[in-house]
């Protein structure tokens, strides 16, 4: 399995930035959820945000709740994040994660996710 992420970046407070994720490399069942969580220096990986690509709900981190969006792509299982109004709390590199055995309590839990992608550098400066 893979995960291709894209975008990221080095913008100024308040800019936007859209980051994508695609996963191949096997069939997903309908319970493929695809999720993004990002880890600043010294800090823990934390849950951005995740759809359940089938029914496309979303999930969110408290902290991004109004600012970020995540969707489901045109793509067969493509998720991507719009990141808007940000912040410089907002710097961190961002991963793209996926399973298909994600719980709905567990959304947020990145040890639910089986599969990883390489992270992308998202940097916010003031």
């Known amino acids: 399995v893979q995960l291709q992420a894209s975008g990221g970046g080095s913008v100024q407070a308040g800019a936007s930035l859209r980051l994508s994720c695609a996963a191949s490399g096997r069939t997903f069942s309908s319970r493929l959820t695809m999720g993004w969580f990002r880890q600043a220096p010294g800090k823990e990986r934390e849950f951005v945000a995740a759809i359940r690509i089938s029914s496309r709900s979303t999930y969110y981190a408290d902290s991004v709740k109004g600012r970020f969006t995540i969707s489901r792509e045109n793509a067969k299982n493509t998720a991507a994040l719009q990141m808007s109004m940000l912040k410089p709390e907002d710097t961190a590199v961002y991963y793209c994660?996926?399973?298909?055995?994600?719980?709905?309590?567990?959304?947020?839990?990145?040890?639910?996710?089986?599969?990883w992608g390489q992270g992308t550098q998202v940097t916010v400066s003031s």
């Open positions: 994660a996926a399973s298909d055995t994600v719980i709905l309590s567990a959304t947020n839990d990145p040890e639910a996710y089986y599969h």
